[in-house]
């Protein structure tokens, strides 16, 4: 199977978990900005969402470029990833409409951890399926920062219990380390291709 059905797919999926997300977030029955004040726990936990989806789609993009065959281990890794991914909408919706309940930020950061060993599973089958040679391997290198996000998520799920406060800070903070570009998979590609730089 070539690799432009997988990634097509799952853009597909992606997609249509942010439709489901933004279809959440009612539209309140009066007119004015006061009227807007009971959806900003929703709206906020919508942004910090809409942000993971495309933290996952940008990076599984850039990941992608590194593939060049894709076995069946790898569909089904894939298909794992989208799994937990899929879940997004409901503990989006779930944690907002609540008002980030211990239970609502517990079960959110649990489907943020799961997603993080599904996309870290993903990698390691791409780069058993390549080799430790491959572009994929050379660029993670020692992967940092894909060490210390389940860390920080663990420590945000632990923390629901004692403040959601703790919880929100380690998911934002996770969010925003992913945020920063992420330049090792193109500066391997650069290297491997200097003419398509």
């Not at 058993?128 to 998520?153: F, M, Q, R, T, V």
């Not at 992913?178 to 500066?187: G, K, V």
């Amino acid at each position: 199977m070539t690799k432009g059905r997988l990634e097509a797919f799952t853009d597909g999926v992606l997609a249509i978990i942010i439709t489901i997300m933004v279809l959440e977030m009612k539209v309140p029955h009066g007119g004015g900005f006061e009227d807007l004040r009971p959806l900003l726990p929703v709206f906020g936990s919508y942004v910090l969402s809409f942000i993971y989806i495309a933290i996952y789609w940008n990076n599984h993009h850039h990941m992608m470029h590194t593939v060049k065959h894709v076995t069946g281990s790898i569909l089904w890794a894939n298909m794992h990833l989208l799994f937990w991914l899929s879940l997004i909408p409901f503990v989006t919706g779930w944690m907002g409409e609540n008002h980030f309940t211990s239970a609502s930020v517990f079960l959110y950061g649990v489907v943020l951890l799961c997603a993080a060993i599904a996309y870290f599973i993903l990698q390691r089958l791409i780069i058993k399926s390549h080799g430790k040679e491959s572009i994929l391997a050379n660029a993670l290198g020692k992967d940092i920062k894909g060490k210390i996000s389940p860390l920080l998520y663990v420590i945000g799920i632990v923390g629901a219990f004692i403040s959601v406060w703790i919880s929100g800070a380690m998911f934002v903070l996770v969010a925003i380390m992913w945020l920063i570009p992420d330049r090792r998979i193109e500066n391997k590609l650069r290297e491997n291709h200097p003419n398509n730089a």
